[in-house]
């Protein structure tokens, strides 16, 4: 079985206190790699190697356009290894390769983008209100970035989080979920190929509130950008408030996917099937609650549960499966107890509700794809994310209804919307309250595209330009440009 090491300083190293865990394979329920279990020393350690990088070593000395030569290699090696990256992030969380190859394919490009932004940072000059000054700014890198990320997408996560921090200039260490790890630790090897210097990308794994909270506890590191939970994020939030760190989170979601009467039927069946039931469910950005127009929810229902009904389950590296695994065995557990809770609450369960079987789908832990209809907006099921294979149904009268619906959730993360009116497109982009709404299309991420939530959905934009002034900080200068004649510097202005 494969032992890995973590990656810190240039180097692979054990874990300071000697411990490992298992990764397993959530298809054949077979541990495969051991993980090491990273402790508070790993994390001084690595923080220390970050900030001499930063301050004093290389990645500062050197030219933005180097560091982004850097980075243009490494996006040629992502491309180079993205069969194995693949096949070990398939390994690690069960997801479909066909989806986790689409994924390998962008992450080069999520590379090569922002090497591009890495010498094009640049301040400005400004028109000051004195004529004896001149005022200009610096954009300067925030210093230490500790990227926490979930185990759905580690190397995707890293991605968006990393290529603008080192863009910025700054230097970082991953902590990836204890549930799949093992991409991370691989791709930690392709930086080291690239050339960046040692220091500046270190991966320490283990557990959340061993090697998680140690890093958003570090007074020597400026910016946390977290993917995960929002209970996990809440935590971090306030723990990080105690350093005055800056903080980016990347939270759940329970969004909706409105379905209006005058809609491409068939397409948005398409978009909402696999809006909920790709990757299982497992997406931050799942469309777990269909709002449907009364005047066709019925139809609509029968077409959804037709397409649903023919979904196949089974081994995510077989081209012919559409779901995959669910992929931790806590995540199993949750999604059915959300099952137990929706039959409780009166939801009427039309397709699934109870785990797959299957001869090929021993050892693996496989829910049904499932649709509940006559579901109120005020039940859990339509309030609580379950991150799994869950549809729950909702019916609208018109747009009002629809908007006071789809925003009557705690999250905000996205929302899809399926009409043939411009104008009512428009109204509803602008009515709800969330980070991204898709029309006529769902789950069409970009790394180009800022992504993000409001509400409970999280804090700051990743994709995009924006994701790179969340790890720079602006310096102003005043320069006096006066003659020598005698100052009026004691005159409080
Ligand atoms: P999680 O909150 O359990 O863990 C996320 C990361 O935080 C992991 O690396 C974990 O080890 C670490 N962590 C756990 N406890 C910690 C602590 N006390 N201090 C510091 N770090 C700690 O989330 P998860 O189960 O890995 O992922 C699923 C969640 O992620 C879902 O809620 C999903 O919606 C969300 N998610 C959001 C996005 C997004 O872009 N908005 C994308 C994917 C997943």
Redesign the pocket.
């Known amino acids: 079985m494969k032992k890995y090491q973590l990656f810190v300083d240039g180097d692979w190293v054990d874990p300071d206190g000697g411990t490992w865990t298992d990764t397993v394979d959530p298809y054949r329920g077979e541990a495969w790699a051991q993980i090491p279990l990273g402790n508070q020393n790993d994390v001084t350690r690595a923080v220390s190697a970050a900030r001499r990088a930063m301050t004093d070593g290389p990645w500062s000395s050197m030219s933005a356009s180097a560091r982004g030569k850097i980075m243009r290699r490494l996006g040629d090696l992502v491309l180079a290894n993205a069969d194995h990256l693949a096949a070990v992030e398939v390994r690690d969380n069960g997801k479909l390769l066909a989806e986790v190859n689409g994924q390998l394919a962008s992450l080069a490009e999520v590379w090569y983008y922002y090497a591009g932004f890495a010498d094009k940072i640049q301040g400005s000059t400004i028109p000051i209100e004195k004529s004896d000054s001149v005022a200009f700014t610096y954009r300067e890198p925030i210093g230490v970035v500790a990227a926490?990320?979930?185990?759905?997408?580690p190397l995707w996560?890293a991605a968006v989080k990393c290529a603008p921090a080192l863009a910025a200039g700054c230097t970082v260490i991953v902590?990836?979920?204890?549930?799949a790890s093992a991409s991370t630790l691989e791709f930690a090897e392709l930086t080291r190929q690239a050339g960046f210097p040692a220091g500046v990308f270190n991966v320490v794994t283990?557990?959340?509130?061993d090697?998680?909270?140690a890093?958003?506890e570090h007074p020597d590191v400026a910016k946390i950008t977290?993917?995960?939970?929002?209970?996990?994020?809440a935590?971090?939030y306030e723990?990080a408030a105690r350093t005055m760190k800056r903080v980016s989170?990347?939270?759940?979601?329970k969004s909706p996917n409105i379905v209006f009467e005058d809609a491409d039927l068939d397409k948005a069946a398409t978009g909402v099937v696999s809006g909920i039931f790709g990757a299982s469910g497992?997406?931050?950005?799942?469309g777990s609650r269909l709002l449907v127009h009364s005047s066709i929810k019925d139809a609509f229902t029968e077409k959804l549960v037709e397409i649903a009904r023919s979904i196949r389950l089974g081994d995510p590296n077989d081209p012919l499966t559409n779901v995959g695994p669910i992929a931790?065995p806590?995540?199993y557990r949750k999604v059915l107890d959300y099952i137990d809770i929706a039959n409780a609450e009166g939801a009427r369960c039309l397709l699934g509700g109870k785990p797959a079987s299957g001869s090929d789908l021993t050892g693996g832990q496989f829910i049904e794809p499932t649709i509940y209809t006559d579901v109120t907006n005020d039940m859990r099921i339509a309030q609580e994310?379950v991150?799994g294979p869950i549809l729950s149904i909702i019916e609208f009268e018109d747009e009002k209804h629809a908007i006071a619906l789809g925003n009557d959730v705690a999250y905000g993360?996205v929302a899809g919307v399926w009409t043939e009116n411009v104008g009512r497109a428009l109204r509803m982009s602008k009515a709800l309250d969330v980070g991204t709404v898709w029309v006529n299309t769902y789950r069409t991420y970009s790394y180009m595209v800022p992504?993000?939530?409001t509400k409970q959905?999280?804090l700051g934009r990743?994709h995009g330009i924006e994701a790179v002034d969340g790890y720079l900080d602006t310096k102003s200068i005043v320069i006096a440009t006066d003659d020598g004649a005698p100052s009026n510097a004691f005159v409080m202005r």
């Open positions: 926490l990320t979930a185990w759905n997408s996560f902590k990836p979920s204890e549930f283990g557990l959340g509130p090697v998680g909270s890093l958003v977290f993917t995960g939970s929002d209970t996990t994020g935590q971090v723990s989170l990347e939270l759940g979601g497992q997406m931050c950005s799942a931790t806590p995540q994310e991150f993360l992504f993000g939530g959905s999280g990743e």
